[in-house]
Nanobody
Framework: QVQLVESGGGSVQPGGSLRLSCEVSGFLASSYSMGWFRQAPGTEREGVASISSVSTLTYAAAVKGRFTISQDNAKNNLYLQMNSLKPEDTAVYYC??????????????????WGQGTQVTVSS
């Protein structure tokens, strides 16, 4: 059974940093594309960052240069380092796993497995 469990969310002031983690079980994350998505109230789920099976990365324009997606293949974990956070980054963040390898994708419909989400709030 595939399980994705996010952690690391919380409240932070503008300009601060958070690191999200996604523990993956029942699925070899390094062999497929993985992604981070977010959803704010009243909006559609949007792609934030993705990494393919050959470690090609892609980012949404709104987070490029501030967020970094990475994997620890030994732990089968996925991470999202978020720096210079802004109030508009406030959302529930989800980890997702696809059954495709490459290229990476920011389209939610391309992904098969999802975590339960972790709340990120950026506010002064």
């Amino acid at each position: 059974q595939v399980q994705l469990v996010e952690s690391g969310g919380g409240s932070v002031q503008p300009g601060g940093s958070l690191r999200l983690s996604c523990e993956v079980s029942g699925f070899l994350a390094s062999s497929y594309s993985m992604g981070w998505f977010r959803q704010a109230p009243g909006t559609e789920r949007e792609g934030v960052a993705s990494i393919s099976s050959v470690s090609t990365l892609t980012y949404a324009a709104a987070v490029k240069g501030r967020f970094t997606i990475s994997q620890d293949n030994a732990k089968n974990n996925l991470y999202l380092q978020m720096n210079s956070l802004k109030p508009e980054d406030t959302a529930v963040y989800y980890c997702a796993a696809g059954v495709f390898r490459h290229p990476p994708s920011l389209r939610a419909n391309d992904y098969t497995y999802w975590g339960q989400g972790t709340q990120v709030t950026v506010s002064s």
